[in-house]
């Protein structure tokens, strides 16, 4: 079982019920250690398919190569799902993402207290 990161883009005319079930449908095929980061809607640099924008979702899962292929068909043929890219995580990139996941929480806390003082100031 290797990690992996995959980055997918929903086309912008589908409706939300639709985007959480393609969601759900691949995080679910993935396996069970995975970790979903929904970043919205997000403009494009250039047009794709003729649309302007698209809903970013990145996936992050451990799963073996016969898993990666059957996603990778799934997403070439499942309409709304515009691009996907995978890429396999070495060690060295799993610590940065662990170190970046604890400064989120810790700035998180951080504007969590700033916030509370606040209020109590008031």
């Not at 993935?30 to 996936?59: C, H």
């Not at 190569?65 to 499942?78: D, F, K, Q, S």
């Amino acid at each position: 079982m290797r990690n992996y990161e995959c980055m997918m883009i929903i086309a912008n005319n589908v409706s939300e019920d639709k985007r959480t079930a393609l969601v759900k449908k691949f995080a679910d095929m993935a396996s069970k250690k995975t970790s979903v980061e929904k970043w919205g809607l997000k403009k494009f640099a250039t047009p794709i398919n003729y649309r302007k924008d698209g809903y970013y979702v990145l996936l992050h899962f451990e799963a073996d190569n016969e898993t990666v292929g059957r996603m990778t068909a799934l997403m070439n043929i499942t309409e709304g799902v515009e691009r996907f890219m995978f890429i396999v995580k070495d060690e060295k990139m799993l610590a940065a993402d662990k170190a970046r996941k604890a400064k989120r929480a810790e700035t998180k806390a951080a504007k969590e207290a700033a916030a509370a003082d606040e209020v109590a100031g008031e």
